[in-house]
T-cell receptor
Framework: SQQGEEDPQALSIQEGENATMNCSYKTSINNLQWYRQNSGRGLVHLILIRSNEREKHSGRLRVTLDTSKKSSSLLITASRAADTASYFCATDFRDSWGKFQFGAGTQVVVTP | KAGVTQTPRYLIKTRGQQVTLSCSPISGHRSVSWYQQTPGQGLQFLFEYFSETQRNKGNFPGRFSGRQFSNSRSEMNVSTLELGDSALYLC??????????????FGPGTRLTVL
């Protein structure tokens, strides 16, 4: 089963609004990564956060990690139509280093 | 720097046939991972090769195999194709040595349809 589980499964917002999605996992991780995928194409890496980090920023993206709750969140601020995509979290577990497990993804639709 | 390339981009096969997919990683990257993406199962890890050795393996049957060449290019083979093997197969390369603390760069994928 997929250990990284995203919530919600789908999100519909208007341009300018913020989008927040969450990822939960079950066992200890080395790091957690967020990816974006447009319409069944290849994935694009967004942010990597290590297990000893709590928050990272990249442009309009903010990722938080709470290892005590085994969860992470991705916030996209001031969303744009171009942010329409599926977002996945990928976890690298301590007992299977390098064997990334992806969640089911959150489908985000940003309408003008 | 050229990105990760995968060939072919689209493939149609019939049940029982076999197929070989190819992946060329970013120059200098020694790690290549393969993933299968389907609407029902999502993205699932197949295997990872590093310096011509399989370093990690997912939970797929033995019909799925792979290899990596000395130039880091990788191939994935699926024998005795089944309808359920229809999927987007993604390849990802990663640099920085053996560490997993590096982003994966994905190719555009090979869309395999099994009839």
């Amino acid at each position: 089963s997929q250990q990284g589980e995203e919530d919600p499964q789908a999100l519909s917002i208007q341009e300018g609004e913020n989008a927040t999605m969450n990822c939960s996992y079950k066992t200890s991780i080395n790091n957690l990564q967020w990816y974006r995928q447009n319409s069944g194409r290849g994935l694009v890496h967004l942010i990597l956060i290590r297990s000893n980090e709590r928050e990272k920023h990249s442009g309009r993206l903010r990722v938080t990690l709470d290892t005590s709750k085994k969860s992470s969140s991705l916030l996209i601020t001031a969303s744009r139509a171009a942010d329409t995509a599926s977002y996945f979290c990928a976890t690298d577990f301590r007992d299977s280093w390098g064997k990334f497990q992806f969640g089911a993804g959150t489908q985000v639709v940003v309408t003008p | 720097k050229a990105g990760v390339t995968q060939t072919p981009r689209y493939l149609i096969k019939t049940r029982g046939q076999q197929v070989t997919l190819s992946c060329s990683p970013i120059s200098g990257h020694r790690s290549v991972s393969w993933y299968q993406q389907t609407p029902g199962q999502g993205l699932q890890f197949l295997f990872e090769y590093f310096s011509e050795t399989q370093r990690n393996k997912g939970n797929f049957p033995g019909r799925f195999s792979g290899r990596q060449f000395s130039n880091s290019r990788s191939e994935m083979n699926v024998s005795t194709l089944e309808l359920g093997d229809s999927a987007l197969y993604l390849c990802a390369s990663r640099g920085g040595g053996a560490s997993s603390y590096n982003e994966q760069f994905f190719g555009p994928g090979t869309r395999l349809t099994v009839l």
